[in-house]
């Protein structure tokens, strides 16, 4: 079976040499070790500042929106997994899509200025499958309206833009340490935020707002990450450039057989790549359909990557629709790419998509 992603598990040795040290000191949870050894590991290796490891992406979302204190309405993509919606809706906010680039798949910052009204508190945009967003047009509009920028960078583990880190821009960023990411804690996340002040907030935020033994300084929830998620990242954080090195081939390969039997995702010529997805546009969605049945049949499983568009959700109480994103979500499918993935098993992807397409 050729999933669209495996998880990439480190070497087993590696791995039990810190649950070792976790069994030697007992610490398990609550900011031990592990999670401050991978916090300053990770702000060398990505080049940002004030990184807040948490237990999920999702948490990671809602600590931002509480962070920055949103209220009422955030506009959206509504391109993008389900969490970048479902996680403002949970917390009671609305939101507000806003159509995406119809190459980049990202919001479209030309877009964006339609959907401001004085109930506007913030833009909550998401780095496609990893490429830049117009963070430049996106952080004018957001100067020029008092609003806060959040950026779900979920899949952007190691991308820069224009020489720096892309998970510095924003007021704050989240990023994902899900199992099926490029760079995983088996489940995890974490925030980068921009403001000092802010991160010695969040520090309390994601410990119910404890801030000593038999003191509560402000309100809190619990979204620490444990040792043993700790751990495991910081087994795979070594490993990395070899697996972004080996995606990136199986990434090229894809290109070059490809080119003439779908449509890339354009790339932010400003920003770099980390291979994290490989998604191919058809032309129609039946023969996405067609195509995705023949892969099935042979045991090959790729994703579709996002469907349905978030406008389409039930829960969404907004009647506009959402063009552009409606028309990729039915035509966009994600092939399988991992760091082992066999030459062999990708010429048979590749030979499928070619006979179909």
Same mark, same amino acid.
């Given at each position: 079976?050729?999933?669209?992603?495996?998880?990439?598990?480190?070497?087993?040795?590696?791995?039990?040499?810190?649950?070792?040290?976790?069994?030697?000191?007992?610490?398990?949870?609550?900011?031990?070790?592990?999670?401050?050894?991978?916090?300053?590991?990770?702000?060398?290796?990505?080049?940002?500042?004030?990184?807040?490891?948490?237990?999920?992406?999702?948490?990671?979302?809602?600590?931002?929106?509480?962070?920055l204190q949103l209220k009422n309405e955030v506009i959206t993509t509504p391109f993008s997994f389900v969490a970048t919606s479902s996680s403002l809706v949970?917390?009671?906010?609305?939101?507000?899509?806003?159509?995406?680039?119809?190459?980049?798949?990202?919001?479209d910052p030309k877009l964006i200025k339609k959907h401001i009204s004085n109930r506007t508190s913030a833009i909550l945009a998401t780095h496609v499958f990893?490429?830049?967003?117009?963070?430049?047009?996106?952080?004018?509009?957001?100067?020029?309206?008092?609003?806060?920028?959040?950026?779900?960078?979920?899949?952007?583990?190691?991308?820069?833009?224009?020489?720096?880190?892309?998970?510095?821009?924003?007021?704050?960023?989240?990023?994902?340490?899900?199992?099926?990411?490029?760079?995983?804690?088996?489940?995890?996340?974490?925030?980068?935020?921009?403001?000092?002040?802010?991160?010695?907030?969040?520090?309390?935020?994601?410990? +119910?707002?404890?801030?000593?033994?038999?003191?509560? @300084?402000? %309100?809190? *929830?619990?979204? =620490?990450? &444990?040792?043993? !998620?700790?751990?495991?990242?910081?087994?795979?954080?070594?490993?990395?450039?070899?697996?972004?090195?080996?995606?990136?081939?199986?990434?090229?390969?894809?290109?070059?057989?490809?080119?003439?039997?779908?449509?890339?995702?354009?790339?932010?010529?400003?920003?770099?790549?980390?291979?994290?997805? +490989?998604?191919?546009?058809?032309?129609?969605?039946? @023969?996405? %359909?067609? *195509?995705?049945? =023949?892969? &099935?049949?042979? !045991?090959?499983?790729?994703?579709?990557?996002?469907?349905?568009?978030?406008?389409?959700?039930?829960?969404?109480?907004?009647?506009?629709?959402?063009?552009?994103?409606?028309?990729?979500?039915?035509?966009?499918?994600?092939?399988?790419?991992?760091?082992?993935?066999?030459?062999?098993?990708?010429?048979?992807?590749?030979?499928?998509?070619?006979?179909?397409?």
């Amino acid at each position: 079976m050729i999933n669209v992603t495996k998880t990439y598990l480190p070497d087993k040795e590696k791995y039990l040499n810190y649950i070792d040290e976790i069994y030697k000191n007992g610490w398990l949870t609550n900011n031990g070790p592990m999670v401050i050894s991978l916090q300053r590991k990770l702000e060398e290796f990505l080049g940002v500042k004030n990184l807040l490891l948490v237990t999920n992406a999702t948490l990671a979302l809602q600590v931002a929106y509480k962070l920055l204190q949103l209220k009422n309405e955030v506009i959206t993509t509504p391109f993008s997994f389900v969490a970048t919606s479902s996680s403002l809706v949970w917390e009671g906010l609305t939101p507000i899509y806003s159509d995406i680039n119809a190459k980049s798949f990202n919001l479209d910052p030309k877009l964006i200025k339609k959907h401001i009204s004085n109930r506007t508190s913030a833009i909550l945009a998401t780095h496609v499958f990893g490429n830049a967003c117009e963070v430049d047009g996106i952080a004018s509009i957001a100067k020029e309206n008092d609003l806060k920028v959040i950026y779900d960078a979920a899949h952007a583990f190691g991308v820069d833009y224009k020489g720096k880190s892309l998970l510095s821009y924003g007021d704050i960023s989240i990023i994902s340490f899900h199992a099926t990411k490029l760079f995983h804690t088996i489940e995890g996340g974490a925030l980068i935020i921009n403001d000092d002040t802010l991160y010695e907030e969040a520090k309390l935020m994601i410990n +119910f707002g404890i801030d000593g033994p038999d003191s509560v @300084k402000s %309100l809190g *929830i619990n979204a =620490k990450m &444990n040792e043993f !998620q700790a751990a495991m990242g910081l087994a795979v954080l070594d490993d990395i450039p070899a697996i972004i090195h080996n995606r990136e081939k199986i990434s090229k390969r894809y290109r070059e057989e490809l080119l003439d039997h779908g449509v890339f995702q354009e790339q932010n010529p400003d920003g770099t790549e980390n291979y994290s997805y +490989f998604p191919l546009l058809f032309d129609s969605e039946q @023969k996405l %359909l067609d *195509i995705q049945k =023949k892969l &099935n049949s042979n !045991q090959i499983f790729p994703r579709r990557y996002f469907y349905p568009s978030l406008d389409e959700l039930p829960y969404n109480e907004s009647n506009d629709i959402m063009p552009i994103s409606r028309d990729i979500a039915r035509r966009i499918l994600c092939l399988p790419i991992y760091q082992d993935l066999d030459f062999d098993d990708q010429t048979s992807i590749i030979d499928i998509i070619k006979k179909g397409a």
